[in-house]
């Protein structure tokens, strides 16, 4: 039970770092044109990153999957991106329906990516052991879920309170946290290192 809980919340930690926001940015440009009504959806998409995430993670951790750190740390900011922007392109329109299979393979793909990114991170965690490997990267991801669901809560309660109260539009809401978003990120990829090499 220890170490289950030793992982679950290094888990949620990953997610609730603010030191290591890309995550928690990638929860809001993901979120931005959600409703509580849209759980489902909600739930689904998130579950598809911690998928992805988990996947990435066991391929590897067992050597079967390596990509150059350095790639990944723009590729990271450039799916939140896309995702900023094409929200910001579709705020207000409707057709939602057509744009959750896109979302969903960004989603999906960001999982993959971010699992690569903390792989090595995480396998110095693990130390050089072969065993026992698959059961704490699935504490682990059981707490990424967790600290996913806090960070969701959270932006829907915002997105409530600014709609109810400050009478934002949804697509007003959509745009401004579209463009937060992109304010935000735009300067890691264009400082990113892969260019100066």
């Known amino acids: 039970m220890q170490e289950f809980l030793h992982f679950f919340y290094m888990g949620m930690r990953h997610v609730l770092n603010v030191h290591g926001y890309e995550h928690i940015l990638f929860l809001i440009a993901l979120l931005v044109p959600f409703e509580f009504k849209d759980w489902k959806k909600i739930l689904i998409l998130i579950t598809l990153f911690t998928l992805g995430n988990t996947i990435s ?81 699935l504490e682990f991801s059981t707490g990424i879920e967790a600290g996913q669901l806090v960070v969701v809560l959270v932006v829907l309660i915002l997105s409530y309170i600014v709609q109810t109260f400050f009478r934002f539009s949804k697509r007003d809401w959509t745009l401004v946290m579209a463009a937060f978003v992109i304010g935000v990120v735009l300067p890691t990829i264009v400082e990113s290192p892969l260019w100066i090499r």
């Open 57 to 137: 993670l066991l391929l590897s951790v067992y050597g079967v999957v390596y990509i150059n750190q350095h790639i990944l740390n723009v590729l990271i900011p450039v799916l939140i991106l896309v995702l900023a922007f094409f929200h910001l392109f579709t705020a207000g329109k409707s057709g939602k329906g057509e744009g959750i299979t896109f979302i969903s393979l960004v989603t999906l793909f960001f999982g993959i990516i971010h699992g690569l990114g903390f792989a090595t991170h995480f396998k110095n965690i693990l130390g050089n052991s072969t065993l026992d490997k698959l059961l704490p990267l």
